[in-house]
């Protein structure tokens, strides 16, 4: 047979559509990039489809092919029974009159509008994210209240006040190496509840706001806002009835969109006709009025993330309870998920229908190594801790307070926690819990370890999700040359005090599993097993198994290549006890993100001996 002469210019490899950037994507259906990125930008970085969509309907806005850039804020807004109140308070005043106040949603500036490049407005949520994550949850905002005659409002007290301006700081901090001017609050934080109103409503207006409470219960979260540039000094109106252009200047109406108006321009017009732009087409032109109402300028801004700082317990919901840390505003997919180039501009109630889609969680997957164990901290513990008729004895307080009952030669592969092990995994689940983490299933490898880990962490999350014990997961199987451990039964776990799931049928069974196995092979079983989890499964996911599990179920889930053996023993040696990566799904397939709170560290502990005293 002959040999295939080697090929001078190959063809290059095919990006799977998939692991492609939603940029990426963008400009392989041919849209210009800088297009692209203000179309990501106004979107809220939510998707191929939205962002298409965006550009189609903006295809005649003047400011399409310009450089002017948007214009980003930071808040810290109230949830919980607290905004109720005040979006009651919102609803009476606005009867009395227009004020100031009803431009925007309540809330405390944390940083005032500054200016940023559209390709940087992704890094701007990152950012705020990694920043708060230096936080703990603090308890509650302290606020007292304030009437003048001419403003009113919730000023936050001085303790309060400074973490937030902390938090301001390190913001503006972290996002002037990108260039970005950016100044964090200085004068007194505070929540407007009115101003710029008339002085004969000050007694109505002073008299609703002392029926607020300032310190009703709220939990507070931070929100990154952009709004277009051309909204400084026009007013916002929400159309309520359409209208079909009868004149070449007048503008189309449609249900939903908003449209910016001059300041002043209402009260100007003498025929009831205004000159606006459409949010929804950024074309201008005439409009009649009274098919419009004004509504908050912050309705027509876009969401980049939320972020929560607060934990109050008292004014959780059965419904607040599963709110995450973190929220994204969620990607809006197309009916067949197609990036396929859309024919003609689509409807705009389907548009406005997509941009104003509630906040949810993107389902998640939380891979964890396991924590200490007995036999990288104490050595050979086994003649140690056993007696002569195989009772277990404690020797060390960070040896496990008891041990379930097996053969005490298979505690040789398949050792247990230290009681430091058990500490690490409590902090995590307290940790998962804080930052607001809600679990629908939980896996763990069958090592012992990772299943007392994966019940420590439920128990400090408070969880009552059973344990699917998944053969599946143990690590790379090199790292047994004696082959494979011996591990407790379901029964036996159950017995041990375990909450296991007894009903769960292993995607891949013990005796399925290889007797030897490369670290291709390792990375192909860990990446099939996991794709069958998600498939399997609903909602978010929790895995505790090895130090080489992070990278193995995740590396070519989020389009990575797999490591040479080296790689995969380096990788190992930079993963500690307890350590979590998070899997967050997309559009785009599954990226990877730090997880919602912080690492766990500490130091090494030599062992004491009182004698060295005696001396």
Request: with cysteine.
């Amino acid at each position: 047979m002959a040999t295939l002469p080697p090929r001078k210019n190959p063809t290059p490899t095919k990006i799977s559509k998939q692991h492609l950037t939603p940029l990426q994507t963008l400009l392989q259906l041919g849209f210009p990039k800088h297009r692209a990125e203000k179309a990501l930008a106004a979107t809220g970085h939510r998707g191929v489809q939205l962002a298409s969509d965006w550009l189609l309907a903006h295809v005649r806005d003047p400011t399409l092919d310009s450089d002017t850039q948007r214009q980003y804020v930071l808040y810290a807004c109230p949830i919980g029974p607290l905004a109720k109140q005040l979006e009651l308070f919102w609803s009476e005043s606005k009867e009395l009159g227009w004020n100031g106040a009803h431009n925007f949603i309540p809330h405390i500036t944390l940083v005032s509008f500054f200016k940023a490049s559209d390709e940087l407005t992704e890094e701007l949520a990152n950012i705020l994210e990694d920043v708060v994550y230096q936080d703990r949850l603090h308890e509650h905002i302290e606020l007292e209240t304030y009437v003048s005659p001419n403003f009113m409002g919730f000023f936050v007290k001085d303790i309060n006040a400074e973490w937030l301006k902390n938090i301001a700081i390190r913001y503006v901090n972290k996002v002037a190496p990108l260039g970005i001017i950016a100044e964090p609050q200085v004068t007194p934080l505070h929540l407007t509840l009115a101003y710029q109103f008339p002085s004969n409503l000050f007694q109505s207006l002073s008299s609703a706001v002392e029926k607020l409470g300032p310190n009703t219960p709220a939990n507070w979260e931070l929100r990154l806002y952009s709004r277009d540039l051309r909204l400084q000094n026009l007013h916002v109106h929400k159309v309520t009835h359409a209208h079909v252009p009868r004149e070449h200047d007048e503008l189309e109406l449609r249900v939903g969109d908003y449209i910016y108006v001059p300041e002043g321009a209402c009260n100007a017009s003498t025929d009831g006709w205004v000159e606006g732009i459409s949010w929804l087409t950024g074309i201008s032109g005439y409009l009649p009025l009274n098919h419009t109402k004004r509504t908050a300028e912050s309705d027509s801004w876009t969401l980049h993330t939320t972020v929560m700082i607060t934990d109050n317990k008292r004014c959780e919901s059965a419904e607040e309870e599963e709110v995450p840390r973190i929220r994204r505003p969620p990607p809006v997919l197309s009916p067949n998920e197609s990036i396929d180039t859309t024919d003609g501009i689509p409807a705009a109630e389907q548009l406005l229908l997509a941009s104003e889609v509630p906040l949810i969680s993107s389902r998640e997957i939380f891979i964890c190594r396991h924590g200490e164990r007995v036999d990288f901290t104490f050595g050979s513990w086994i003649p140690y801790c056993f007696e002569s008729d195989g009772c277990y004895v404690r020797r060390d307080l960070n040896m496990p307070k008891e041990i379930p009952s097996r053969n005490i030669q298979d505690f040789q592969n398949d050792c247990p926690l230290t009681t430091v092990g058990e500490v690490q995994a409590s902090l995590v689940g307290e940790a998962m819990k804080s930052a607001n983490i809600k679990i629908d299933v939980a896996f763990a490898s069958p090592s012992l370890r990772c299943i007392q880990t994966l019940a420590h962490i439920l128990k400090g999350l408070k969880s009552d999700v059973p344990i699917k014990v998944e053969p599946g997961l143990i690590e790379w199987l090199a790292w047994y040359p004696n082959g494979i451990p011996v591990w407790m039964t379901s029964e036996e776990l159950i017995k041990a005090g375990f909450n296991v799931d007894a009903d769960y049928d292993p995607i891949v069974k013990a005796n399925e599993l290889p007797l030897k196995e490369n670290a291709a092979q390792y990375y192909e079983r860990s990446y099939d097993l996991i794709k069958k989890i998600i498939d399997y499964t609903d909602g978010n996911i929790l895995i505790v198994a090895h130090a080489a599990s992070l990278a193995a179920c995740t590396r070519q889930l989020t389009g990575g290549r797999i490591p040479p053996a080296a790689e995969v023993t380096r990788l190992v040696q930079r993963v500690p006890y307890l350590a979590c990566l998070t899997a967050r799904q997309g559009l785009d397939g599954w990226q990877l993100h730090p997880p919602p709170f912080p690492p766990i560290t500490h130091t090494s502990n030599s062992r004491f001996d009182w004698k060295v005293l005696t001396s």
